[in-house]
């Protein structure tokens, strides 16, 4: 049971259903962790906002959702990477490849140093080394992609940061973190 009040349709504000009926139209459901955020219709508002933003950017869904399972296991957000996974699906991730997300890495040598740096950005709070950064250059990422793959760190580290505060329940296929017994 989630330990902050999750917004259902009956019970919706009017800013708050119309959040919910402009996340549906996008997404055909209201997932459980943007109830939870509806609290605070503005802090929805701020999300959605730099949500759309960032997909307007030059990555890739399928490195966006590479970069959020990865940043998901490493926090041990269960329910993120539970939603990730069936995203990841759903824009043509395999099994194997979100395995290798989540552990940190990807089969694809380009999206591996986006996954990999995406972690490091994640765990070190930025502090990242100019060895960093020579490698995600190295690897093809221009400064525009660089500040996109952070950006969607600091995305995902919200929602791992709200589905972990509120234990939400999940509402996407339930999958155990890596080492879960």
């Known amino acids: 049971m989630s330990r902050i009040n999750v917004v259902k349709n009956d019970t919706a504000n009017v800013e708050q259903a119309a959040l919910f009926e402009a996340i549906n139209s ?28 960032a997909e307007e950017g030059e990555l890739e869904p399928k490195t ?7 940043v998901a296991e490493q926090n041990a957000c269960e329910y993120c990477v ?17 395995e290798a997300n989540r552990a940190g890495g990807s089969q694809d040598a380009k999206a591996a140093e986006a996954v990999k740096f995406a972690c490091s950005v994640a765990k070190n709070t ?14 093809g990422f221009s400064d525009a992609e660089i500040i ?23 509402d996407f296929p339930k999958v155990q973190l890596l080492g879960a017994a």
Do not use: C, D, Q, W
């Not at 539970?82 to 979100?98: M, P, Q, Y």
């Open 64 to 70: 966006r959702e590479r970069i959020a399972l990865g």
């Open 26 to 53: 996008k997404l055909g459901v209201v997932p459980n962790v943007m109830r939870i955020i509806a609290n605070s219709p503005s802090a929805l508002r701020a999300f959605l906002g730099l949500y759309a933003i």
């Open 126 to 139: 930025g502090e990242v080394t100019t060895a960093e950064l020579m490698a995600i250059r190295e690897a």
């Open 148 to 170: 996109e793959i952070i950006t969607h760190v600091a995305l995902n580290l919200f929602t791992n940061m709200i589905g972990k505060a509120s234990r939400v329940e999940i």
């Open 82 to 98: 539970s939603a990730h996974t069936a995203i990841g699906r759903k824009v043509g991730l395999s099994s194997a490849e979100i």
